[in-house]
């Protein structure tokens, strides 16, 4: 297979379609099956009995474990065929038994980002975008659509409704039901899911500071805990906190929001 790089190591029961990339260091293990139009990064490595059906893009020292399918197709009754892809960056590790689909014609992709961990039995539908750095527990179900910022966190069990966006440093606890948008820095938690204050240990991890941190605990208390409602509250926020970059980056997710954000 001329698409295949000399010093990748491919068991003798593995299937690779002649279309197939893969890149030098790639490891493919036995009985995985690599689909058409599939690139595999440098390093990465293909564990048993996964499959990666057709039109992926892996990124470098990717590592993927045993039952794990990659790239079928959109579920999705408006899918009639159309190309799509699912593409993930790089390190990025995906559990045992994690279904990625690819996209359809509504966005042309699903897209994963670089060092994430897709625990195992989780599902990402077609078309949904995950940032870096992005934690997804085990048996976590989205529906297609979904936007999940970097640096999310998402508890095992948890279902996401199609559409919803979950912002940049959120945290959400396991068993949870995620039907409106959460917010970006927030914890979130339950059926019905609600909100319980800042990240705060996520931030503190992530090298927020001080003063950082005091401007996002005032932005939280103004939205969310004050009498207001949240039309006003963004209002007075933006005028008292109106040059802190984070919390600006708050009220623009809230007020792109068009499912409703979670309170």
């Known amino acids: 297979m001329s698409n295949v790089a000399e010093s990748a190591r491919i068991h003798a029961t593995a299937v690779i379609d002649d279309s197939a990339e893969l890149g030098p260091g790639v490891e493919v293990g036995p009985f995985a099956v690599i689909g058409p139009n599939v690139r595999i990064g ?68 699903t897209q994963i980002g670089s060092d994430c961990l897709i625990m195992a039995y989780a599902h990402v539908a077609h078309d949904c975008f995950i940032g870096d750095n992005v934690v997804i527990a085990n048996a976590v179900n989205m529906g297609g659509h979904c936007d999940i910022g970097d640096w999310v966190i998402v508890g095992g069990v948890t279902a996401i409704h199609q559409f919803v966006q979950i912002g940049a440093h959120a945290f959400v606890g396991g068993s949870s039901a995620v039907r409106k948008d959460v917010p970006p820095f927030v914890k979130a938690a339950g059926d019905p899911l609600r909100l319980f204050g800042l990240n705060t240990v996520g931030l503190q991890r992530r090298g927020f500071t001080e003063q950082e941190r005091a401007q996002l605990r005032r932005a939280y208390r103004l939205l969310f805990q004050s009498k207001r409602n949240l039309r006003e509250a963004l209002g007075e926020t933006r005028l008292e906190l109106e040059s802190a970059p984070h919390v600006d980056t708050l009220l623009d997710f809230i007020e792109r929001s068009e499912r409703g954000v979670t309170l």
């Open 42 to 109: 440098d390093g990465t490595r293909i564990g048993p009995h996964v499959v990666i059906e057709r039109d992926t893009h892996l990124g470098s020292e990717c590592r993927i474990h045993p039952g794990a399918v990659l790239g079928g197709d959109p579920q999705d009754l408006k899918y009639i065929g159309e190309s799509a892809l699912l593409l993930v960056g790089d390190r990025t590790v995906v559990r045992e038994c994690v279904t990625l689909n690819r996209g359809t014609s509504a966005r042309g992709r």
